[in-house]
């Protein structure tokens, strides 16, 4: 009887240290800008950490492609179960936002700024959920062979993406002009964390669809082997669905005297 034969074989990448690396820098460079006084350390930290980021993914999503033996479905669970542990992130602030909310009943009216305005809200509900529109059409289109459309549908998913954070850090800073800074009050903190943490999601959301549309655009991806496509378009519908309670709470909830 013959023994199976077992190879183990020991891969390394430099590509996730490349991906940590930006994280560490985004960490320095918002304590650059907002604590240590330092802007443009931090905006450079910034740009550097965007920069490092795009090709640390950009370089992973090509060996993942070009090395990978066969396509899995374990790329989809791990992103499902990645949401999952992303709803706990957000509750806690949803709980911090209710204790606030309550403790401060008597005197909210007092925490809610002139420049606040729910219609706001309904504007980027809007464009985020296009967004979600378009890329469930370009998944769709690349499933057929339609590389063209899909990368149309893809750009669209991508500047609506981008639409929605700048309209929204626009915001921020005409609400800031206002006084209703992230230390002003209670409702101002709970109203930037909530804000705040949903953006650097659709952030990362908007870092991963850059890559796809590369992948894409490349060839590397082809036809049988789409759970990359799967993945992001799970992840990114999570950021459209997390909006509608963040919108909620942080608009309407928090808006209401």
Same mark, same amino acid.
């Given at each position: 009887m /013959? /023994?199976?034969?077992?190879?183990?074989?020991?891969?390394?990448?430099?590509?996730?240290?490349?991906?940590?690396?930006?994280i560490?820098?985004s960490?320095?460079?918002?304590l650059?800008f907002?604590?240590?006084?330092m802007?443009?350390?931090?905006?450079v930290l910034g740009?550097a950490?965007?920069?490092?980021?795009?090709?640390?993914?950009?370089?992973?999503?090509r060996e993942?492609?070009?090395?990978?033996?066969?396509?899995?479905?374990v790329? =989809?669970?791990?992103?499902?179960?990645?949401?999952v542990?992303?709803?706990?992130?957000f509750?806690?602030?949803?709980v911090a936002?209710?204790?606030?909310?309550?403790?401060n009943?008597?005197?909210w009216d =007092?925490?809610?700024?002139?420049?606040?305005e729910?219609?706001?809200?309904?504007?980027l509900?809007?464009?985020l959920w296009?967004?979600?529109?378009?890329i469930?059409?370009s /998944?769709?289109a690349?499933?057929?062979?339609?590389?063209?459309?899909?990368m149309?549908?893809?750009g669209?998913?991508?500047g609506?993406g981008?639409?929605?954070?700048?309209?929204?850090?626009?915001e921020?800073?005409h609400l800031?002009?206002?006084?209703?800074?992230?230390?002003a009050?209670v409702?101002? =903190?709970s109203?930037?964390s909530?804000?705040g943490?949903?953006?650097?999601?659709v952030?990362?959301?908007?870092a991963?669809n850059l890559?796809?549309?590369?992948v894409?655009a490349s060839?590397?991806?082809?036809?049988?082997?789409? =759970?990359?496509f799967?993945?992001a378009?799970l992840y990114?519908?999570f950021?459209d669905?997390?909006?509608?309670?963040?919108a909620a709470?942080?608009?309407?909830i928090?808006?209401a005297?």
């Amino acid at each position: 009887m /013959e /023994e199976a034969l077992v190879h183990s074989e020991h891969e390394t990448s430099v590509w996730p240290m490349a991906v940590g690396a930006s994280i560490l820098l985004s960490a320095l460079s918002l304590l650059s800008f907002f604590h240590w006084q330092m802007p443009i350390l931090g905006i450079v930290l910034g740009g550097a950490m965007l920069a490092i980021l795009a090709i640390g993914l950009a370089g992973w999503a090509r060996e993942a492609f070009q090395h990978a033996p066969e396509e899995t479905e374990v790329g =989809t669970i791990a992103v499902a179960a990645f949401v999952v542990s992303e709803t706990i992130i957000f509750g806690t602030v949803f709980v911090a936002f209710w204790v606030g909310r309550i403790d401060n009943f008597d005197v909210w009216d =007092t925490f809610v700024p002139a420049g606040l305005e729910a219609s706001f809200a309904v504007w980027l509900t809007f464009i985020l959920w296009a967004s979600s529109i378009m890329i469930v059409l370009s /998944e769709r289109a690349f499933t057929r062979g339609d590389r063209k459309n899909a990368m149309i549908y893809l750009g669209a998913t991508l500047g609506l993406g981008l639409l929605f954070v700048v309209l929204h850090m626009n915001e921020w800073i005409h609400l800031v002009g206002e006084g209703f800074t992230v230390d002003a009050n209670v409702y101002a =903190t709970s109203f930037y964390s909530l804000t705040g943490v949903h953006t650097s999601h659709v952030i990362v959301g908007i870092a991963i669809n850059l890559v796809l549309f590369w992948v894409v655009a490349s060839g590397l991806m082809t036809r049988e082997r789409t =759970t990359f496509f799967k993945g992001a378009g799970l992840y990114w519908h999570f950021v459209d669905i997390m909006w509608l309670l963040v919108a909620a709470n942080a608009y309407l909830i928090g808006g209401a005297f």
